[in-house]
């Protein structure tokens, strides 16, 4: 995206600034880090090809975004693939589209008030939600890393990881994910079947901690065959 010049921008603390737009250090912090997440995703194999997405809110009233762009190799993703975004999930700044799945981001940032969402597409998660999916979730309790995910103090938490059926329709899914998150409060993240992992955080490190753990904790259960049905 093109950079817009920074001098004379007002301190204002995540909302619009006097001149209309999001403070561009907002915007560009948020760029890099999202970046800079994403390829650390896809050198563990989380986010291979162009698979995946991540977006941060960087204003609140009105909602705004910094979301991947859509069809880029995570390899190689840097700050010129991010946009910035409205709720709506229409460009604001930037050159590209977010992906058709920014509509899950909005869902989730709208449901939550989650400052981050990151959405990975792993061989453990695509595994686990197939063998799952007639349960509609997976329940992972007794795990030491469980303590890893924000306000569990304990390896007894029980977490339950619902399994939404996959679908191209993402104002039907959207609708869905919203409704799955009213009824599961306190939940870390969701699978979508055959597909991935979403999960969010109130900052972006927070989001990416989600991400690691709820990913080593779907590895391990996968790999050690405990929900077979
Ligand atoms: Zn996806």
Same mark, same amino acid.
């Given at each position: 995206?093109?950079?817009?010049?920074?001098?004379?921008?007002?301190?204002?603390?995540?909302?619009? +600034? !006097? $001149?209309?737009?999001?403070?561009?250090?907002?915007? &560009? @912090?948020? %760029?890099? =880090?999202?970046?800079? *997440?994403? /390829? #650390?995703?896809?050198?563990?194999?989380?986010?291979?090809?162009?698979?995946?997405?991540?977006?941060?809110?960087?204003?609140?009233?009105?909602?705004?975004?910094?979301?991947?762009?859509?069809?880029?190799?995570?390899?190689?993703?840097?700050?010129?693939?991010?946009?910035?975004?409205?709720? +709506? !999930? $229409?460009?604001?700044?930037?050159?590209?589209?977010? &992906? @058709?799945? %920014?509509? =899950?981001?909005?869902? *989730?940032? /709208? #449901?939550?008030?989650?400052?981050?969402?990151?959405?990975?597409?792993?061989?453990?998660?695509?595994?686990?939600?197939?063998?799952?999916?007639?349960?509609?979730?997976?329940?992972?309790?007794?795990?030491?890393?469980?303590?890893?995910?924000?306000?569990?103090?304990?390896?007894?938490?029980?977490?339950?990881?619902?399994?939404?059926?996959?679908?191209?329709?993402?104002?039907?899914?959207?609708?869905?994910?919203?409704?799955?998150?009213?009824?599961?409060?306190?939940?870390?993240?969701?699978?979508?079947?055959?597909?991935?992992?979403?999960?969010?955080?109130?900052?972006?490190?927070?989001?990416?901690?989600?991400?690691?753990?709820?990913?080593?904790?779907?590895?391990?259960?996968?790999?050690?065959?405990?929900?077979?049905?």
């Amino acid at each position: 995206m093109k950079k817009k010049k920074t001098a004379g921008a007002v301190a204002t603390g995540g909302r619009l +600034s !006097a $001149r209309g737009d999001v403070r561009r250090e907002d915007f &560009s @912090a948020a %760029a890099a =880090l999202l970046a800079e *997440i994403g /390829r #650390g995703f896809y050198a563990r194999g989380w986010v291979l090809g162009t698979s995946g997405n991540f977006s941060a809110v960087i204003s609140r009233e009105p909602l705004r975004f910094a979301i991947t762009s859509t069809g880029v190799d995570k390899s190689t993703l840097n700050a010129s693939h991010i946009l910035e975004m409205d709720e +709506s !999930a $229409r460009v604001v700044q930037g050159n590209g589209r977010p &992906s @058709a799945e %920014a509509l =899950l981001h909005v869902a *989730i940032v /709208r #449901g939550l008030g989650a400052g981050a969402v990151l959405h990975t597409h792993s061989v453990w998660t695509t595994v686990l939600s197939r063998m799952h999916a007639a349960q509609g979730g997976v329940a992972i309790e007794g795990y030491e890393m469980l303590k890893g995910l924000e306000g569990v103090r304990t390896h007894q938490h029980r977490e339950w990881v619902p399994i939404l059926e996959n679908s191209q329709d993402m104002d039907e899914l959207s609708g869905r994910v919203a409704t799955t998150l009213r009824q599961n409060p306190g939940i870390h993240g969701f699978l979508l079947g055959e597909h991935g992992l979403y999960t969010w955080g109130s900052n972006l490190q927070e989001a990416k901690r989600h991400v690691e753990i709820l990913e080593f904790l779907m590895e391990v259960v996968t790999r050690a065959g405990a929900g077979r049905v």
